[in-house]
């Protein structure tokens, strides 16, 4: 989950109209919205939820719970790799987008408390007009008579690097605060750093995961986008472009 610590509801009402729109021709639609981890994916697609109800029915869910758990993370080597393409059950997503089409189909849930996969979370998805999946993990589309397994609209939430950098290390701190009375949460073990070692640990963080996965699976998803939404500094949102113009 990445929510931007700020609300974004200026520029919201412009993006859900053009997906009414673009709703309009198609009886049911499946949205996959990605991004930079930390750009705020999560916020975005809460506040197009509200916006677009209670005319349409829209569901949000993260591909977060789609990450292989962290156990056979360690166990394969790929832990460092969290959110890289390879750390996600890609099959078992494209077999939810395709189910969730024609039956009620659970999507897994994910902790970021325990940085895991949580069975407790797992939701029951039933016939939405929209459904939003937000996340990483998801691979370009092929753009010619979409199969059932893949997103029917692919939005790409942008912004500058020094503000997603930014946004990352304000959220970071927030959940290394929030640890402090909660021993099970992940962020625990930094619980001994002072807060300016934390700061110098999650900066390392994004140079070395997060930046890496962004400037290498994330961003060229941006060239197969139907729709380019950036973001600004005080988290206000624009269309910057529309493939289905």
């Not at 959220?171 to 605060?177: I, T």
């Amino acid at each position: 989950m990445d929510t931007a610590p700020y609300p974004m509801t200026k520029g919201i009402d412009a993006i859900a109209e053009r997906i009414r729109e673009i709703k309009s021709t198609r009886p049911d639609m499946v949205i996959a919205l990605t991004g930079s981890v930390a750009s705020g994916k999560s916020t975005l697609a809460r506040h197009l939820e509200e916006t677009l109800e209670p005319a349409l029915v829209v569901d949000t869910v993260s591909t977060d719970g789609f990450l292989f758990p962290t156990d056979y993370l360690r166990e394969e080597g790929l832990f460092q790799r969290k959110g890289f393409p390879e750390t996600y059950d890609r099959e078992a997503m494209r077999a939810a987008i395709a189910s969730v089409r024609s039956q009620p189909t659970d999507f897994p849930g994910y902790s970021h408390i325990t940085f895991d996969p949580d069975p407790a979370l797992t939701r029951t998805i039933d016939d939405p007009d929209i459904l939003i999946l937000e996340g990483l993990g998801f691979e370009p589309r092929t753009r010619v008579d979409t199969a059932p397994h893949e997103p029917d609209l692919l939005i790409y939430l942008d912004a500058e690097l020094l503000h997603i950098e930014a946004w990352y290390l304000e959220r970071f701190l927030r959940f290394w605060h929030a640890a402090e009375h909660d021993p099970t949460s992940f962020y625990a073990q930094f619980r001994h750093m002072s807060e300016n070692e934390l700061i110098s640990f999650a900066k390392s963080v994004w140079a070395g995961i997060n930046l890496p996965n962004l400037e290498n699976h994330i961003l060229p998803l941006r060239a197969h986008a139907d729709l380019v939404v950036k973001k600004d500094a005080d988290h206000a949102v624009s269309i910057t472009m529309d493939r289905w113009d």
